[in-house]
């Protein structure tokens, strides 16, 4: 099982960049999908979640409501996070989980985001 990201990079504030954690060697699609970042010194923080279904099944962190948006690719077994209008407190190392309604969770290793002022 493996969960990869890959779109993380640095960007000045009010830029935008789209995160993706492709799945491989299970089912995505029967799994929810969440994004949670953790900022240097800081402990992790929940960014959003969308259910296995998809569509309108999505849930965000108030710090990011409005900016991004968590979308998956049931076909391509791939999430998907859009950052629009970074924030340089936005900074931090993004990772992706599947999350099953039985309690099993897989994570992928992280992809940076840093936000310039």
């Known amino acids: 099982v493996q969960l990869v990201e890959s779109g993380g990079g640095l960007v000045q504030a009010g830029g935008s960049l789209r995160l993706s954690c492709a799945g491989s060697?299970?089912?995505?699609?029967?799994?929810?999908g969440s994004w949670v970042r953790q900022a240097p010194g800081k402990g992790p923080e929940w960014v959003s979640t969308i259910k296995p279904g998809g569509g309108s099944s999505t849930y965000y962190a108030d710090s990011v409501k409005g900016r991004f948006t968590i979308s998956r690719d049931n076909a391509k077994d791939t999430l998907y996070l859009q950052m629009n209008n970074l924030k340089p407190e936005d900074t931090a190392l993004y990772y992706c989980?599947?999350?099953?309604?039985?309690?099993?969770?897989?994570w992928g290793q992280g992809t940076q985001v840093t936000v310039s002022s």
């Open positions: 989980a599947a999350v099953a309604g039985w309690g099993t969770e897989y």
């Open positions: 060697r299970f089912t995505f699609s029967n799994y929810g």
